[in-house]
């Protein structure tokens, strides 16, 4: 099994340690020696302040939502504890943690996981023990339960005599998180000699050197997940040296990375080195950082490192542009997509994990990450918290029943907040080069779309899960609307949909095995131009598209404009000996898939199943849904189909109860082994049939400049806006290009221009650029231009653009 999976992060050290290891020291720490009665009473803060952040304030146990929500907490702790049967191998029946042949494989982890959730049912226990409104508040029995079962389990399998097993998460993040959240909560029943032998297992598992290196599974949220364990343990045995080295050893995780795990200046987040991972181990990241930064202020380990700065900017940078009405779009939730059911807060019972239930932790942890922030970015962040909350129709996270009771009384005192007020979606154009990610927000609606390339993988799969996301970096395009379509892809999309069929997408139907290509995002496709230019508020995206264990051969571009997104497709060519398809839509239709299909105004039948082959179509339209233009007319062919599918089918954890959902699907067949295939549609979210009719007929609104496999680019002379993606130098429109490169222009009505290029290659060491338009004068550009010819045409000349990382260059002009 390999090592480079890592759910989550390690961190912990002294301070002397932390010097040892290369890690910056901030304020100094007193040496480990006898602990004196002012850091007793430090310690015994900070044991509280955990005790708050675990068990959450300011809500009444006798007001709704939190009164329920404790009841049941009550009685699923009084489950566990009847339940509770210490055994040879066990401490719940159906959580066996002896492994007869321990090793790192499949099996394997599934014990160690069953020792990890033995204790988070402990800590489950200890939480009802002190919360109030449980029924079971400071009862004796459950105190004694509770005691039994961390001796029941320190002696059988987490001590420091033990050689861990199965998956490394659970050993040095899982267990010992839990155990040390009932250190804290139980502290003072928990004898000196058990807490002793307790954190003797900890640093058996989790020693100072698991952060001698930020690499490996050591890093980003993994790290920051590590020093949550080391400070408690600190904390809970008064060891000033181990708070100060997981203090320091979160310095590593602040500043921008350019490769391998981490945040980015253009606001990715990557985590497994290739896999976007904003909205999951992202969420782990920024709540983790959240509960330490809040831990430690004011105390003598305070977070000072000026770094932290960044974790502040990326709220806006690197996750509020994939928040939409709540949800997190799942195109930077990796493996999750494939998680149908969790465990809920209490452990007993199970919840639908979806888009919506991951986003509203993030919400949640944004609220504490603004306790530590200025007071402008607090009101803001506070602001944006509430508007996603008062948006989000389709999952209310006040009903959300998998965030724990500290979450919802957050988002809870920011809904009561009356000085508060509710801030809009964010508009714009967002596109985040390091991961091969964009996201198009307009009023109304908001698109997301996945690519990959050398860098980022197509998809990631590991530990049973997400066994099918083979084509989510084939080009998929989600999309929302503010007031529709927000449980697209929340309501059973991921076990039902065809993995074949991912809308936008350009797939071969080459038959693919679970997991195909190996765990951990490793499949990269071997291809450099991918990305694009964007003034931030439209866009010129493109792929240069090979499928994954196919030959299969794609040039895929998106236009994103202010009402609508323009895909091009060209050069497609495999030799599979299978069909080739490229996917304009999959909608979701839930278990009835009653909506109307419109095609040149005729409607098609609603039952299913159906299909026809749409011969010259101009438009389409799915009530409640949007528009689809095909620009001269297309042979597209369109269905209903009722698909079943259960989660055990893509993730092998996963619920094996049999789901059903009705989906409406258009796609180009491009044929068996295609050479050349093409298409063009445009995708209006949230259009009437009135609008995508008339669209249609504006047949001049938009111009084709190029469609091959050299050049792809449109020009919408309505809006002043054209965008040419040069996979080879050429000419396109009034764009002629030397070397391949990403352009988009943008005419205003005061009579400037801007022209907006990049290098989604990253290897361009000279580029000119000619613009076959008037220009009198260059207002600014950036240092990258060496040269520029304005008169009857432009001619940019550019230096090396290779170390710009594909970012955008920006030059503003004036027009002749």
């Known amino acids: 099994m390999t090592t480079r999976w890592s759910r989550r992060g390690f961190l912990a050290a002294s301070t002397g340690t932390a010097v040892a290891l290369g890690l910056p020291v901030q304020a100094s720490a007193a040496p480990p020696s006898a602990v004196t009665a002012v850091e007793a009473d430090e310690f015994a803060t900070l044991r509280q302040k955990w005790r708050t952040l675990v068990l959450g304030e300011g ?38 943690y002896a492994d007869p042949e321990p090793d790192t494989d499949q099996e394997s982890y599934g014990y160690s996981g069953n020792m990890n959730a033995s204790y988070s049912r402990l800590a489950t226990l200890a939480q009802a023990y002190c919360q109030q409104g449980t029924g079971l508040t400071g009862d004796t029995g459950l105190k004694d339960a509770i005691l039994t079962g961390l001796d029941h389990l320190h002696s059988e399998v987490y001590n420091a005599g033990r050689t861990r097993y199965g998956n490394w998460y659970s050993w040095q993040i899982g267990a010992p998180q839990a155990l040390l959240d009932v250190c804290v909560l139980m502290y003072e029943h928990l004898s000196a000699g058990r807490i002793a032998d307790y954190l003797a297992a900890v640093d058996h598992f989790v020693p100072d050197s698991a952060v001698a290196a930020y690499t490996g599974t050591s890093t980003g949220a993994n790290r920051v997940d590590l020093c949550r364990v080391l400070a408690l343990r600190g904390i809970v045995g008064a060891n000033p040296a181990k708070v100060a080295l997981a203090r320091d050893a979160l310095s590593p995780v602040f500043p921008y990375v350019t490769s391998g795990d981490g945040l980015y200046a253009d606001g990715s987040f990557v985590q497994h080195t290739t896999v976007p991972y904003t909205g999951s181990y992202g969420s782990v990241l920024l709540g983790g950082l959240g509960m330490l930064f809040a831990l430690l202020a004011g105390s003598s380990w305070e977070v000072t490192d000026a770094n932290r700065q960044i974790v502040f900017d990326a709220v806006e940078k690197a996750w509020a ?107 714009g154009h967002r596109l985040f080069t390091n991961m091969a990610r964009a996201t198009h927000r307009r009023p109304g609606w908001a698109v997301s779309l996945s690519m990959a390339d050398r860098r980022i993988t197509y998809y990631e799969t590991g530990n049973g899960e997400n066994l099918r996301g083979w084509h989510t970096g084939s080009g998929m395009l989600y999309w929302w609307g503010d007031t529709f379509g927000n449980g697209q892809y929340s309501d059973a999309f991921w076990p039902t949909v065809d ?82 398809e490229t996917t304009v839509e999959n909608r979701n239709l839930g278990p009835t898939g009653g909506a109307p299909f ?96 008339a669209r249609a007929a504006a047949t001049t609104w938009l111009t084709v400049l190029a469609n091959t496999n050299d050049r792809q680019g449109v020009a919408v002379p309505s809006l002043g806006f054209t965008g040419v993606n040069f996979w080879l130098g050429g000419t396109a429109g009034p764009l002629v290009a ?22 989604p290659m990253r290897m361009q060491t000279s580029l000119t650029l000619t613009w076959n338009r008037a220009v009198s004068a260059v207002i600014s550009k950036p240092a990258t231009v060496t040269a520029a010819t304005t008169g009857a045409s432009l001619k940019l000349t550019f230096s090396d653009l290779s170390t710009t990382k594909g970012v955008t260059q920006r030059i503003t002009v004036r027009l002749g």
């Not at 009084?78 to 066990?90: H, K, T, V």
């Not at 404009?561 to 091009?568: G, H, I, Q, S």
């Open 321 to 427: 542009p994939f928040l939409y009405n709540g949800l997190v779009m799942d195109g930077v939730a990796g493996r999750a997509i494939s998680r149908g059911l969790s465990a809920s807060a209490s452990g007993t019972n199970q919840v639908q994990q979806n888009d919506h239930v991951r986003g509203h932790p993030i919400l949640a942890s944004i609220v504490l990450l603004g306790q530590g922030a200025s007071a402008t970015e607090n009101a803001r962040w506070r602001g944006l918290v509430k508007g996603w909350l008062q948006r989000d129709y389709y999952s209310p996270p006040m009903s959300n029943r998998s965030i724990g009771l500290t979450a919802l009384a957050r988002l809870k005192s920011v809904l009561d907040d009356t000085s508060i007020t509710a801030i809009a979606e964010p508009t």
């Open 598 to 693: 419109l095609v040149d105004g005729i409607t098609k039948p609603a039952i299913s199943p159906w299909s026809e082959t749409l011969t010259g179509a101009t438009w389409a339209h799915i009530g409640g849904h949007g528009g689809y233009v095909f620009p001269g007319g297309a042979t597209v062919k369109a269905l209903r189909q009722a698909r079943d599918g259960r989660w055990s089918d893509i993730n092998k954890g996963g619920s094996t109860t049999a789901l059903n959902r009705k989906y409406l699907t258009m796609y180009v067949d491009h044929g068996t082994n295609p050479t050349a295939g093409t298409y063009v549609y445009l995708l209006m979210p949230g259009a009437t049939a009135a609008r995508t009719q």
């Open 738 to 759: 030397s070397s391949p490169c990403s352009v988009m222009i943008s005419e205003r009505s005061d009579g400037t221009a801007v022209i907006c290029v990049s290098d």
């Open 59 to 96: 809500f009444s146990p006798t007001s709704e939502p939190f009164k329920s929500r404790l009841a049941e907490l009550g009685s699923s702790a009084g489950q566990l504890r009847a339940s509770m049967a210490p055994a040879a191998g066990s401490l719940w029946p159906d959580l066996v």
């Open 499 to 580: 993995p074949y069929r991912l809308p936008g997408t350009t797939v071969s139907r080459k038959v693919l095995a679970d997991a195909a290509g190996g765990d951990w995002g490793a499949p990269l496709p071997d291809v450099n131009w991918v990305g694009g230019a964007t003034d931030g508020q439209r866009a010129a995206i493109g792929q240069y598209l090979k499928g994954l264990q196919s030959t299969l051969n794609a040039k895929k571009s998106w236009f994103f404009l202010d009402d609508t997104v323009v895909c091009l497709g060209a050069g497609i060519r495999c030799t599979d000996g299978t069909t080739v």
